[in-house]
């Protein structure tokens, strides 16, 4: 369940109360109504530091529409003026958290909203009504300006968190199930809330739940507890979904649910062990806070309708400043699965214009990281649909060269680092630009 707020979430971000008054309808033909949109400098660009990842949205076929989670704390408001500097503030946070690992694949959306404060979740369902759907109605003119003005045909992920994932599942049934949308979108990924497989039987009938880690036009819907966590009665009774024919936001609990493994990417309730999961981006702690990823640090699986996790989170890496009980991991849950998201998203995303648009442009599937050792051999070769194409490569390291004609990157290493490799594909259509994590590891004594 959700606890009092402590002030140490903003880690090192500390940001004074603002007295806003009520916000005015928001323009969304203004960059300042925008976290995050092309041309914006914005925290959706980052990537960790040293990790070898790279943010190659302005040669993206593809764009992201993304809702961010609670960021507002005040407790004087219902809903938090989009210009209040704390949830500004924790808005890039979680933007760095929750929107990079898409940078890689596509351009970034992401629109302040008047969100609503996190006390009011303590409050009745009844409570809850006129706040949400006033947010709702933020989010719901921002997708419209993104649809009618920017998206131009381009495929696209929805993309939220937590009360954003709240707005992104109306959207699917109210602007984009049934529309020429639906046909442009990748998939949506919207963690963080229970949500019922009723919806998708009586609401969202023609945009089902992923099931596999290659299928597109679905979406993805999973919430992180630590295995062994029991008070999901608690956590369903203060969260909510939109229920379509009450047309009211209502409680999840007690209803079966809607859940997709986050490292394997499948809808069953076969464990993912620690040896597949790709990684996590450390959150919370000042001196770990989106910093290089870490691999192998969960095993997963599906139990009670959620994606239970072990061993324990490390103190060092992970720190939501009191927000919720012990052992349960909201905050986490998209930088816990950081490298996972990020590849699936691109798999997803290779299978949709493989699929959908028939591309007959180099789709690059492949990998998308690697590890060599200092001193020994190495060879890679790069998978790619659509060739012969001819390849280049910038960024790797000495020692390391690539053919051209054949997409194989070999050599021998000369020093330790992470390197972020950007490998181009190009045939007599067109070309295709995708990225390389290649860490090189001294040799063990």
Same mark, same amino acid.
Not at 249 to 276: E, H, T
């Given at each position: 369940?959700?606890?009092?707020?402590?002030?140490?979430? =903003? *880690?090192?971000?500390?940001?004074?109360?603002?007295?806003?008054?009520?916000?005015?309808?928001?323009?969304?033909?203004?960059?300042?109504?925008?976290?995050?949109?092309?041309?914006?400098?914005?925290?959706?660009?980052?990537?960790?530091?040293?990790?070898?990842?790279?943010?190659?949205?302005?040669?993206?076929?593809?764009?992201?529409?993304?809702?961010?989670?609670?960021?507002?704390?005040?407790?004087?408001?219902?809903?938090?003026?989009?210009?209040?500097?704390?949830?500004?503030?924790?808005?890039?946070?979680?933007?760095?958290?929750?929107?990079?690992?898409?940078?890689?694949? /596509?351009?970034?959306? /992401?629109?302040?909203? @008047?969100?609503?404060?996190?006390?009011?979740?303590?409050?009745?369902?009844?409570?809850?009504?006129? +706040?949400?759907?006033?947010?709702?109605?933020?989010?719901? @003119?921002?997708?419209?300006?993104?649809?009618?003005?920017?998206?131009?045909?381009?495929?696209?992920?929805?993309?939220?968190?937590?009360?954003?994932?709240?707005?992104? #599942?109306? *959207? #699917?049934?109210?602007?984009?199930?049934?529309?020429?949308?639906?046909?442009?979108?990748?998939?949506?990924? *919207?963690?963080?809330?229970?949500?019922?497989?009723? =919806?998708?039987?009586?609401?969202?009938?023609?945009?089902?739940?992923?099931?596999? /880690?290659?299928?597109?036009?679905?979406?993805?819907?999973?919430?992180?507890?630590?295995?062994?966590?029991?008070?999901?009665?608690?956590?369903?009774?203060?969260?909510?979904?939109?229920?379509?024919?009450?047309?009211?936001?209502?409680?999840?609990?007690?209803?079966?649910?809607?859940?997709?493994?986050?490292?394997?990417?499948?809808?069953?309730?076969?464990?993912?062990?620690?040896?597949?999961?790709?990684?996590?981006?450390?959150?919370?702690?000042?001196?770990?806070?989106?910093?290089? +990823?870490?691999?192998?640090?969960?095993?997963?699986?599906?139990?009670?309708?959620?994606?239970?996790?072990?061993?324990?989170?490390?103190?060092?890496?992970?720190?939501?400043?009191?927000?919720?009980? +012990?052992?349960?991991?909201?905050?986490?849950?998209?930088?816990?699965?950081?490298?996972? #998201?990020?590849?699936?998203?691109?798999?997803?995303?290779?299978?949709?214009?493989?699929?959908?648009?028939?591309?007959?442009?180099?789709?690059?599937?492949?990998?998308?990281?690697?590890?060599?050792?200092?001193? @020994?051999?190495?060879? #890679?070769?790069?998978?790619?649909?659509?060739?012969?194409?001819?390849?280049?490569?910038?960024?790797?390291?000495?020692?390391?060269?690539?053919?051209?004609?054949?997409?194989?990157?070999?050599?021998?290493?000369?020093?330790?680092?992470?390197?972020?490799? =950007?490998?181009?594909?190009?045939?007599?259509?067109?070309?295709?630009?995708?990225?390389?994590?290649?860490? =090189?590891?001294?040799?063990?004594?």
């Amino acid at each position: 369940m959700r606890r009092a707020f402590h002030g140490s979430v =903003v *880690l090192f971000l500390t940001v004074a109360f603002a007295s806003a008054g009520a916000a005015s309808d928001i323009d969304y033909s203004r960059p300042d109504s925008w976290l995050a949109r092309p041309g914006l400098e914005s925290a959706a660009g980052l990537v960790p530091k040293d990790s070898g990842y790279s943010n190659l949205a302005a040669s993206a076929r593809a764009d992201v529409f993304c809702v961010h989670p609670t960021t507002g704390m005040r407790k004087d408001v219902a809903n938090v003026p989009i210009d209040d500097p704390q949830a500004i503030a924790i808005g890039r946070m979680m933007l760095m958290a929750q929107a990079t690992p898409f940078n890689g694949i /596509a351009r970034i959306y /992401a629109p302040r909203y @008047r969100q609503v404060a996190l006390h009011v979740y303590d409050e009745s369902e009844a409570a809850l009504q006129p +706040p949400m759907n006033f947010a709702y109605e933020d989010v719901r @003119r921002a997708f419209a300006y993104y649809a009618e003005h920017e998206n131009q045909g381009r495929p696209f992920f929805l993309v939220a968190h937590s009360q954003g994932s709240n707005y992104g #599942l109306r *959207l #699917l049934m109210e602007a984009i199930q049934g529309t020429p949308l639906q046909a442009r979108l990748v998939a949506a990924y *919207l963690p963080g809330m229970p949500t019922p497989r009723s =919806v998708f039987a009586e609401h969202l009938a023609r945009i089902p739940p992923c099931a596999t /880690a290659g299928q597109v036009g679905c979406v993805a819907i999973w919430g992180v507890f630590k295995d062994g966590y029991r008070d999901f009665g608690g956590w369903e009774a203060i969260n909510v979904y939109w229920d379509a024919a009450a047309r009211r936001w209502r409680s999840a609990k007690g209803m079966p649910l809607v859940n997709i493994n986050p490292v394997s990417w499948r809808a069953d309730d076969v464990p993912a062990p620690q040896s597949l999961h790709l990684g996590a981006v450390p959150f919370g702690v000042a001196a770990t806070h989106f910093s290089r +990823p870490v691999a192998h640090l969960v095993s997963a699986r599906t139990g009670h309708g959620y994606t239970l996790v072990s061993p324990a989170l490390p103190a060092g890496l992970f720190d939501d400043g009191g927000v919720f009980d +012990p052992g349960n991991y909201h905050v986490f849950d998209i930088n816990l699965f950081w490298v996972d #998201l990020r590849a699936n998203a691109r798999h997803r995303l290779t299978a949709f214009l493989a699929q959908r648009e028939q591309a007959k442009y180099p789709l690059i599937e492949g990998p998308m990281t690697a590890t060599a050792i200092v001193g @020994r051999a190495f060879r #890679l070769k790069l998978a790619v649909r659509n060739g012969p194409a001819a390849f280049r490569a910038e960024g790797l390291p000495a020692g390391l060269h690539l053919d051209a004609a054949t997409g194989e990157i070999a050599g021998v290493p000369a020093a330790p680092g992470h390197h972020a490799v =950007v490998v181009t594909a190009t045939n007599a259509v067109d070309a295709s630009t995708a990225e390389l994590a290649l860490a =090189v590891q001294a040799a063990p004594h």
